[in-house]
């Protein structure tokens, strides 16, 4: 069975700049979420994708916009980036239909903005 | 609105004593899940626990228990005789509903063991 991956591992981008993160869902799950882990805070929803379309939204503006493909994969874009949004952003995968209720998270992006 | 609070931001014990690590959440929901998950410094969240809210029982898996109290609204976390590979941060989540919906996370409890 395959964990959930994540792409890239580390990253840094200069503010103004728009950024793509990647996910892999794990084996057999058809949900994904991605999560903003400050340093020493912990992590804050973002957005959650089932079926390809957006299934519920954390308190984020409208830069972070997401994908989700036909095979699970998903994709967490940042447009116009700012210093605080420097973080680790996390990808959780999920199967809607079964009663499991367990999120499996990848190792995550640390994104750093200068 | 959802909130979990984790009021000790960190512990520090010697090996083999035991720890407990506090959870308090908030919710309006009537069905709601409890979650632990375990943060080494790789970074990735590996998922200890799930608990639903019908299910006041507690539960014990090897060195980890958890006692859980919807009268107090806390989901505590204890680790008996506590080891160097238990040191990690610790966060406890909340989800209302499906339970694998939106996490609600506290923030963290940094747990050193010294050996």
């Known amino acids: 069975e395959t964990g959930v991956t994540q792409s890239p591992t580390h990253l840094i981008k200069t503010r103004g700049q728009q950024v793509t993160l990647r996910c892999s869902s794990q084996?057999?799950?058809?949900?994904v979420s991605w999560y903003q882990q400050a340093l020493g805070q912990g992590p804050q929803f973002i957005f959650q994708?089932?079926?390809?379309?957006?299934?519920g939204r954390g308190n984020f503006p409208p830069r972070f916009s997401g994908l989700q493909f036909p095979n699970y994969s998903s994709e967490l874009n940042v447009n116009a980036l700012e210093l605080d949004d420097s973080a680790l952003y996390l990808c959780?995968?999920?199967?809607?239909?079964?009663?499991?209720?367990?999120?499996?998270f990848g190792p995550g992006t640390r994104l750093t903005v200068t | 609105a959802q909130k979990v609070t984790q009021a000790q931001t960190e512990i520090s014990v010697v090996e083999k004593e035991d720890v407990t690590l506090d959870c308090v959440y908030e919710?309006?929901?009537?069905?709601?899940?409890l979650f632990w998950y375990k943060q080494p410094p790789s970074g990735e969240l590996v998922f200890l626990i799930r608990?639903?809210?019908?299910?006041?029982q507690n539960e014990i898996s090897g060195r980890y228990s958890w006692n859980f109290q919807k009268s107090t609204s806390s989901f505590n976390f204890t680790i008996t005789a506590s080891q160097v590979v238990d040191s990690a941060v610790y966060f406890c989540?909340?989800?209302?509903?499906?339970?694998?919906?939106?996490?609600?996370f506290g923030t963290g409890t940094r747990l050193t063991i010294i050996p």
């Open positions: 959780a995968s999920s199967h809607w239909d079964v009663p499991s209720y367990e999120q499996y």
């Open positions: 084996s057999g799950h058809n949900t």
């Open positions: 994708y089932y079926r390809e379309e957006e299934n």
């Open positions: 919710t309006r929901d009537t069905t709601y899940y």
């Open positions: 608990r639903n809210s019908f299910d006041e």
């Open positions: 989540a909340l989800s209302e509903a499906r339970g694998n919906e939106k996490l609600t």
